[in-house]
């Protein structure tokens, strides 16, 4: 939005716990800022706008997670399709070939436990330690070798992308795997997230994409104020469909997640802002969620259920910049041509008509 700066300011902020934990609006997925005080205001003519400067944040939640990590294994084993569940560990992982070696464990051992005998592991693209931007395809594939006669039929996996009870369903291992995604949660389901070839006591396995280290790359800072920000309908919820309509937007910012941190630095030039005409904002209430609204998964190794965000070292700094916009009458005003006319005194003290502009 056009307009004359009128007066500037900066907020500094930061959602890290100090001494006692805060409120349930003081954790880094959801924090609150109130001006109890020192309320951001403006008068009729102007705006306010809110910019973001800059933010940081550790990366303490890990690239292999419950939201990219869940696969299904479906087969016929005596005339009865049978569903497993597999999961990648979650954790980081240095290259897309570890990330497939460990897949290919868990696919393994999936089916052995359902065949009562061993799999031998062969040809496995990419191989362990296969960097992307090698030479080299990154589609996966492996070949599995039963030492006994194969009991399994009409094998499947399956990589699921679609809602229910269990949050984890509506996954993107479909990404990280190179894979279809699945949207049908019926164990009948006949489709395969990869191709699957069965020829004696050998199953080969072939996705067809490639694939990828990093399924979150941005975090999706919101801010609740009203503002004219717009955004496609499907980003940051996951209950939209991926279509272009366009919806308003509390989106404040876009910021980049890196193998250490999410950070981004900017100036009073920024490209992430928003302009509201509400006259005075006495909150402000930020959300940190990924592309498709969820919030960042949480690292409890121990299993004991502790909170990272209100007992350990997830949090984030900021910096926010808040300006008074002048932006003149409103549109209901007339903003129409007119003409101006200059008079002088003649020779005898008589005011006439000398010139006129305008039109």
Request: hydrophobic letters at 35%.
């Amino acid at each position: 939005m056009a307009g004359v700066l009128s007066t500037t300011k900066a907020i500094f902020s930061s959602t890290q716990q100090s001494g006692s934990v805060g409120s349930s609006l003081s954790t880094f997925t959801r924090f609150k800022i109130c001006f109890t005080s020192t309320p951001l205001t403006c008068k009729n003519g102007q705006v306010n706008k809110i910019s973001l400067i800059q933010f940081n944040a550790m990366r303490n939640w890990y690239t292999v997670n419950k939201f990219n990590s869940k696969f299904y294994v479906t087969y016929v084993k005596a005339g009865v399709t049978i569903r497993d569940e597999g999961n990648i560990p979650h954790q980081d992982y240095a290259n897309i070939g570890d990330v497939a070696t460990a897949f290919t464990a868990v696919l393994k051992a999936i089916l052995e436990t359902a065949q009562g005998a061993v799999f031998n592991a062969a040809n496995q693209a990419p191989i362990a330690g296969f960097k992307t931007g090698q030479t080299g395809k990154r589609s996966y594939g492996v070949e599995l070798t039963s030492v006994n006669t194969l009991a399994l039929s009409n094998i499947r996996v399956q990589f699921p992308q679609y809602h229910d009870a269990d949050d984890t369903n509506f996954n993107d291992s479909y990404v990280l795997m190179g894979g279809k995604r699945i949207t049908d949660s019926i164990i009948s389901n006949p489709l395969s997230s990869m191709k699957v070839t069965i020829a004696g006591n050998k199953v080969t396995f072939k996705a067809p994409f490639p694939m990828v280290l990093q399924t979150q790359p941005f975090m999706y800072l919101s801010l609740n104020v009203s503002n004219d920000n717009l955004q496609t309908a499907n980003l940051g919820n996951i209950n939209a469909a991926i279509d272009e309509h366009v919806t308003s937007s509390c989106f404040l910012g876009k910021i980049p997640i890196q193998n250490e941190y999410c950070a981004i630095q900017l100036d009073e030039s920024t490209p992430f802002f928003m302009t509201t005409s509400q006259r005075t904002v006495t909150e402000l209430l930020f959300q940190c969620l990924d592309g498709h609204g969820r919030a960042f998964p949480f690292v409890d190794d121990v299993g004991d259920g502790e909170n990272i965000e209100t007992q350990g070292n997830l949090f984030s700094d900021m910096i926010i910049r808040h300006e008074v916009m002048d932006i003149g009458s409103d549109g209901n005003v007339l903003d129409a041509p007119f003409k101006t006319y200059n008079y002088q005194l003649n020779s005898v003290g008589k005011p006439q008509l000398v010139g006129g502009g305008g039109f």
